[in-house]
């Protein structure tokens, strides 16, 4: 067993509202400077839809994360190391400036030089790269709010498998349904990005598990871009080197929370220490589709454990990372409650970040101009657990994004965040809880003494119960490589050397 340490971040989507508050604060604090016009470290989606870049689910195209092979064997999706040489001045897999957008800004000047008139002037938007006046067609989730509807919905992946039937009642206006996807880079186990890099400038940070670029190494192959299933690597047209989230490091390291988790109003955002078996990592990794999610939430160790503790000692994880695995949210939404899952473990990356998935209404129909819900009258909406496939918002699609389309997984934790529900409320509004609410929480896998905690953390919790970050010993890791006295100040800060285009 070899120990180590993974710095997580948990999304709630049952709590997300689609502000975008997260991805103003990441764009205004790391890219919003010359040649990371387009980038968006954070992003937030409406699904069903196509996502930023366009479509980047389809890995058809964009080739990326890893294959088994018929041998059982793992590899690229991208390419193998031979014909990753005769693709480096030319990938087709790499995403276009219309699968992103043309950066744009607005002649705010206009709004004190026009001349005096009739009306108020405006400000014209401009392209970012021609100058001249463009008609802005699409941007980062472009499809805001529009996830349900036959122009984005009909052209998401994840909506393969669901039936044709249930696809055309989705699309009709009364039955629109969508719900927000939250999207950073998932610094992943086995990441393809840093398989992909020819110049061996990425890698992943041994204390928290953060993939990072070195940009004194970077040659903009681009490879990255192409491999990162999760197309989460940009390039830098102006610095020509690659770029991506840095979990926002330099925080974690001050005891502060990323600058997307610190600013989210819907308080969606939970960030622990997961502990996992390094040593399992390729194994589980190969293992067939219908095994691979079982596989990666086993490799998570339990931080109780006393042949982990000593495991962890051993590989130099400190008592106090050790405690902050045991109090880690992460922790207990993913493995002692089992209701987060990893966004598409079919790349077989083994991604570390980690999703509740959101309940939908049930279906509704009109009748007379009035909507009526879909659920017999003498019953309750949300009571019926075995109604799940009357939920607006289809399992077979959650569970392409989840759980590689196996449905009761899906079903699972939904029932388990129905139960929650329902025994709050006849707790808060009935008064009582009856014998069928109990029966309903046994159906569902869970107590009510567990239905507590879980309300407790999903609904009330402050910010030291989202955010359990463990002191990091930075002393330590530099003094294993350079004198920590001239790095004094700097660490973690800015750029010991900035990059130079061509270095």
Same mark, same amino acid.
């Given at each position: 067993?070899?120990?180590?340490?993974?710095?997580?971040?948990?999304?709630?989507?049952?709590?997300?509202?689609?502000?975008?508050?997260?991805?103003?604060?990441?764009?205004?604090?790391?890219?919003?400077?010359?040649?990371?016009?387009?980038?968006?470290?954070?992003?937030?989606?409406?699904?069903?839809?196509?996502?930023?870049?366009?479509?980047?689910?389809?890995?058809?195209?964009?080739?990326?994360?890893?294959?088994?092979?018929?041998?059982?064997?793992?590899?690229?999706?991208?390419?193998?190391?031979?014909?990753?040489?005769?693709?480096?001045?030319?990938?087709?897999?790499?995403?276009?400036?219309?699968?992103?957008?043309?950066?744009?800004?607005?002649?705010?000047?206009?709004?004190?030089?026009?001349?005096?008139?009739?009306?108020?002037?405006?400000?014209?938007?401009?392209?970012?790269?021609?100058?001249?006046?463009?008609?802005?067609?699409?941007?980062?989730?472009?499809?805001?709010?529009?996830?349900?509807?036959?122009?984005?919905?009909?052209?998401?992946?994840?909506?393969?498998?669901?039936?044709?039937?249930?696809?055309?009642?989705?699309?009709?206006?009364?039955?629109?349904?969508?719900?927000?996807?939250?999207?950073?880079?998932?610094?992943?186990?086995?990441?393809?990005?840093?398989?992909?890099?020819?110049?061996?400038?990425?890698?992943?940070?041994?204390?928290?598990?953060?993939?990072?670029?070195?940009?004194?190494?970077?040659?903009?192959?681009?490879?990255?871009?192409?491999?990162?299933?999760?197309?989460?690597?940009?390039?830098?047209?102006?610095?020509?080197?690659?770029?991506?989230?840095?979990?926002?490091?330099?925080?974690?390291?001050?005891?502060?929370?990323?600058?997307?988790?610190?600013?989210?109003?819907?308080?969606?955002?939970?960030?622990?220490?997961?502990?996992?078996?390094?040593?399992?990592?390729? *194994?589980?990794?190969?293992?067939? =589709? @219908?095994?691979? +999610?079982?596989?990666? &939430? /086993?490799?998570?160790?339990? %931080?109780?454990?006393?042949?982990?503790?000593?495991?962890?000692?051993?590989?130099?994880?400190?008592?106090?990372?050790?405690?902050?695995?045991?109090?880690?949210?992460?922790?207990?939404?993913?493995?002692?409650?089992?209701?987060?899952?990893?966004?598409?473990?079919?790349?077989?990356?083994?991604?570390?970040?980690?999703?509740?998935?959101?309940?939908?209404?049930?279906?509704?129909?009109?009748?007379?101009?009035?909507?009526?819900? *879909?659920?017999?009258?003498?019953? =309750? @909406?949300?009571? +019926?657990?075995?109604? &799940? /496939?009357?939920?607006?918002? %289809?399992?077979?699609?959650?569970?392409?994004?989840?759980?590689?389309?196996?449905?009761?997984?899906?079903?699972?934790?939904?029932?388990?965040?129905?139960?929650?529900?329902?025994?709050?409320?006849?707790?808060?509004?009935?008064?009582?809880?009856?014998?069928?609410?109990?029966?309903?929480?046994?159906?569902?896998?869970?107590?009510?003494?567990?239905?507590?905690?879980?309300?407790?953390?999903?609904?009330?919790?402050?910010?030291? *119960?989202?955010?359990?970050?463990?002191?990091?010993?930075?002393?330590?890791?530099?003094?294993?490589?350079?004198?920590?006295?001239?790095?004094?100040?700097?660490?973690?800060?800015?750029?010991?050397?900035?990059?130079?285009?061509?270095?």
């Amino acid at each position: 067993m070899r120990v180590r340490a993974q710095m997580s971040m948990l999304f709630h989507l049952d709590k997300c509202i689609g502000c975008h508050t997260c991805s103003v604060a990441c764009k205004n604090l790391w890219t919003d400077r010359k040649g990371a016009e387009y980038m968006w470290w954070n992003n937030v989606e409406t699904r069903p839809g196509t996502g930023y870049p366009t479509g980047w689910e389809d890995q058809d195209h964009y080739k990326g994360g890893w294959r088994r092979d018929e041998n059982g064997r793992l590899k690229l999706r991208l390419h193998s190391r031979a014909s990753g040489l005769a693709k480096l001045f030319f990938n087709p897999a790499l995403p276009e400036l219309d699968d992103y957008y043309e950066p744009f800004t607005f002649k705010y000047n206009d709004l004190f030089d026009s001349p005096q008139g009739e009306h108020q002037p405006t400000a014209e938007p401009v392209s970012k790269i021609t100058w001249q006046p463009i008609e802005i067609t699409s941007g980062p989730n472009w499809d805001d709010d529009l996830g349900g509807s036959d122009i984005y919905a009909a052209n998401d992946p994840s909506m393969n498998g669901i039936d044709a039937a249930i696809r055309e009642q989705m699309s009709e206006i009364e039955r629109v349904v969508f719900n927000y996807l939250p999207r950073i880079c998932n610094h992943c186990l086995n990441p393809a990005c840093v398989g992909a890099c020819p110049s061996g400038a990425i890698y992943k940070r041994a204390e928290d598990g953060v993939v990072l670029v070195n940009e004194d190494k970077c040659r903009a192959w681009r490879m990255c871009v192409a491999a990162c299933p999760y197309k989460k690597v940009y390039y830098n047209w102006s610095t020509g080197k690659s770029e991506k989230c840095i979990l926002c490091f330099p925080r974690l390291e001050t005891g502060q929370a990323p600058a997307c988790a610190h600013s989210c109003v819907g308080r969606i955002r939970y960030m622990g220490v997961l502990l996992y078996d390094a040593d399992r990592i390729a *194994d589980v990794v190969s293992m067939p =589709e @219908d095994q691979l +999610l079982d596989a990666q &939430l /086993d490799m998570i160790l339990d %931080p109780w454990d006393d042949r982990v503790v000593a495991a962890a000692a051993a590989a130099g994880i400190g008592d106090d990372w050790i405690d902050a695995a045991r109090r880690s949210p992460v922790y207990q939404f993913v493995k002692v409650w089992g209701m987060a899952l990893p966004l598409h473990p079919e790349y077989r990356t083994a991604a570390m970040m980690f999703y509740i998935p959101p309940l939908s209404p049930v279906i509704s129909s009109i009748e007379g101009n009035l909507t009526r819900l *879909d659920l017999p009258e003498e019953r =309750e @909406d949300f009571e +019926l657990l075995e109604d &799940l /496939d009357k939920a607006r918002l %289809p399992v077979q699609y959650l569970a392409n994004l989840f759980s590689v389309g196996d449905e009761e997984v899906i079903r699972k934790v939904l029932k388990k965040m129905l139960a929650v529900r329902t025994y709050k409320r006849r707790q808060s509004v009935d008064g009582e809880i009856t014998e069928s609410t109990l029966a309903l929480l046994e159906a569902a896998g869970t107590t009510p003494e567990e239905v507590e905690a879980i309300y407790k953390l999903t609904t009330i919790p402050t910010i030291d *119960d989202r955010f359990v970050l463990p002191p990091y010993h930075r002393e330590v890791s530099i003094e294993t490589l350079n004198d920590p006295l001239a790095y004094k100040g700097e660490t973690g800060f800015g750029y010991i050397e900035p990059p130079r285009r061509g270095a």
